[in-house]
């Protein structure tokens, strides 16, 4: 089965700094989303990526997708506390049922 | 867009009870759902695939017989967690596929005292 190892498991950063967090596939990516989630709460998706070397953003959140290296990073430019939350990718198979999986999650505080 | 619907958003059980989960797309028929469960910091794991019209197919180390999945109709899936321990307390979210989109239920979160 294909596993989703996100790294770092958590970070804590001061308000206004960059960060990235990183999604490694142990499988061919076929698409990767990336969504941000609270405990206890719905997850919020943030961007989709299918193509290698897609690049996509969303306010100060950049994702990108090497698909030779399998794997996809996100990157979040002068942090805010707004930002803090479990930050969580996932994959799905190319074909079938659409088995959709998720990374490990990367929890993130923002300090003000 | 697509929107999934769970009910209830939160339940309170006693030990040895059991609780049923709904999972409903309201504006989308899906023949497949899935079930995921969280525990507090860490990511979700995928439980099982619901299949409408025949039996659900569990991930590894998941116990079919603890969490009954029923697909009942094409909008529907339940998920009925049987003798519930404290140990079951957790968070699950549903999800069915339209298309090659996901969407997702906004979650229940599951005491057992």
């Known amino acids: 089965s294909q596993e989703l190892e996100q790294s770092p498991q958590s970070l804590i950063v001061q308000e206004g700094k960059n960060l990235t967090i990183n999604c490694t596939s142990s499988k061919t990516l076929y698409g990767l989303y990336w969504y941000k989630q609270k405990y206890g709460e719905g997850l919020i998706f943030l961007m989709m990526?299918?193509?290698?070397?897609e690049e996509k953003s969303h306010e100060k959140i950049t994702a990108k997708l090497d698909e030779k290296k399998q794997q996809s990073s996100l990157h979040i430019t002068a942090s805010q506390p707004s930002h803090a939350g479990i930050y969580l990718c996932g994959a799905d198979k190319p074909s079938g049922t659409y088995k959709y999986i998720f990374g490990t999650g990367t929890r993130l505080k923002v300090l003000a | 867009g697509a929107v999934v619907s769970q009910h209830p958003s939160w339940v309170i059980c006693k030990s040895g009870t059991s609780v049923k989960i709904e999972c409903r797309s309201l504006?989308?028929?899906?023949?497949?759902m899935f079930w995921y469960r969280q525990f507090p910091k860490q990511s979700l794991m995928l439980m099982a695939t619901s299949n409408e019209g025949s039996k659900a197919t569990y991930e590894q180390g998941v116990e079919k017989d603890k969490f009954l999945i029923n697909h009942a109709s094409l909008t529907l899936s339940t998920l009925t967690v049987t003798s519930a321990h404290p140990e079951d307390s957790s968070f699950y979210i549903c999800?069915?596929?339209?298309?090659?989109?996901?969407?997702f239920g906004p979650g229940t979160r599951l005491t057992v005292t």
């Open positions: 990526l299918q193509k290698g070397g």
């Open positions: 504006d989308f028929q899906a023949t497949t």
């Open positions: 999800s069915a596929p339209r298309g090659r989109e996901q969407y």
